[in-house]
């Protein structure tokens, strides 16, 4: 399926540093739930990682099975110059949907709300086959009026509680209570495991 949305206009944004939702570092709702996690040992899949914070995070914690797939290359030459340390095996410039692997958890950063919502069935379809049993999707996503006028695009509980519950158990799905400032009441965090 094609979509407006491909490789040359996600290089033109990040060339040009428009994406709208950069924060410049790692999310506060997502490094809280990494500190929750024991297993260092994980093999963690960033789709759409952008600027890769949430990696460099990861990575700075001990979390050394990180891997991060982006469409643009642009992003990812920016964290390489950023964090050298990363290794580079871990940076995929491909589209995600050509992606194959398996990980224990696919961390959900504003790749699913910059998707054309045409591809959202195929998000969870793909979702599903890169996780393996027992693998969770966590992260956030964004908690307004889904229209056309995006990226980024919106939703709600119950559109993302439909959407996902054919493959995946929704261990948690909840108004956001630790937001940066501007997201304040527009995201919700998500823990989703997935179905054997």
């Given at each position: 399926m094609t979509s407006k949305f491909n490789k040359e206009y996600w290089e033109n944004?990040?060339?040009?540093?428009?994406?709208?939702?950069?924060?410049?570092?790692?999310?506060?709702p997502l490094t809280n739930y990494f500190e929750q996690l024991d297993n260092k040992k994980l093999?963690?899949?960033?789709?759409?990682?952008?600027?890769?914070?949430?990696?460099?995070y990861l990575f700075e914690q001990g979390?050394?099975?990180?891997?991060?797939?982006?469409?643009?290359?642009?992003?990812l030459?920016?964290?390489?110059?950023?964090?050298?340390?990363?290794?580079?095996s871990h940076l995929i410039n491909d589209d995600f949907f050509n992606h194959n692997g398996k990980y224990d958890l696919i961390v959900e950063q504003t790749f699913f709300c910059a998707l054309d919502p045409v591809l959202r069935n195929n998000y969870v379809d793909k979702m599903d086959?890169?996780?393996?049993?027992?693998?969770?999707l966590a992260g956030l996503l964004f908690n307004f009026e889904l229209t056309d006028a995006g990226p980024p695009f919106g939703g709600n509980a119950d559109h993302y509680n439909?959407?996902?519950?054919?493959?995946?158990?929704?261990?948690?799905?909840?108004?956001?209570t630790n937001s940066i400032k501007p997201r304040l009441g527009r995201e919700l965090f998500f823990i989703f495991e997935k179905n054997n």
């Open positions: 944004k990040y060339k040009i540093n428009s994406t709208g939702w950069d924060i410049g570092y790692a999310s506060t093999k963690i899949l960033i789709p759409g990682g952008g600027n890769c914070y949430e990696a460099e979390f050394k099975n990180v891997f991060v797939i982006d469409i643009a290359e642009q992003p030459l920016n964290f390489k110059k950023r964090f050298p340390n990363f290794p580079e086959s890169l996780l393996n049993t027992n693998g969770k439909q959407l996902f519950n054919k493959k995946f158990e929704i261990l948690t799905l909840e108004s956001c």
